[in-house]
């Protein structure tokens, strides 16, 4: 079994900042990308930023130079540094991996429980 459990998440006034982890555990032989989504309140999942295993970001338009992602790969723990935090970042975040369980079995998503950042004065 395969666990993502996320944490960081909490209240913050506009133009703070917050740090989310998420640390994959469990019975996994390798873990390729790793990335962080988040769902507002009547809205669509989205992607905010995604890393490989070898350290390349991608991020999205509405983040890009705000938020830094980044992976310890000994520890299958992904991070998202968020700064100058605004109201409408508030969402649910959550932690996704692609990651195979054994030396031949295929890569699959695999998804955090999901943790509230709520930006708000």
């Known amino acids: 079994q395969v666990q993502l459990v996320e944490g960081g998440g909490g209240l913050v006034q506009p133009g703070g900042s917050l740090r989310l982890s998420c640390a994959a555990s469990?019975?996994?032989?390798?873990?390729?990308?790793m990335g962080w989504y988040r769902q507002a309140p009547g809205k669509q999942r989205e992607l905010v930023a995604t890393i490989t295993s070898g350290g390349s970001s991608n991020y999205a338009d509405s983040v890009k130079g705000r938020f830094t992602i980044s992976r310890d790969n000994a520890k299958n723990t992904v991070y998202l540094q968020m700064n100058s935090l605004k109201p409408e970042d508030t969402a649910v975040y959550y932690c996704?991996?692609?990651?195979?369980?054994?030396?031949?079995?295929?890569?699959?998503?695999?998804w955090g429980q999901g943790t509230q950042v709520t930006v708000s004065s």
């Open positions: 996704n991996a692609d990651l195979a369980r054994s030396r031949f079995g295929s890569f699959a998503d695999y």
């Open positions: 469990g019975s996994i032989f390798s873990v390729g990308a």
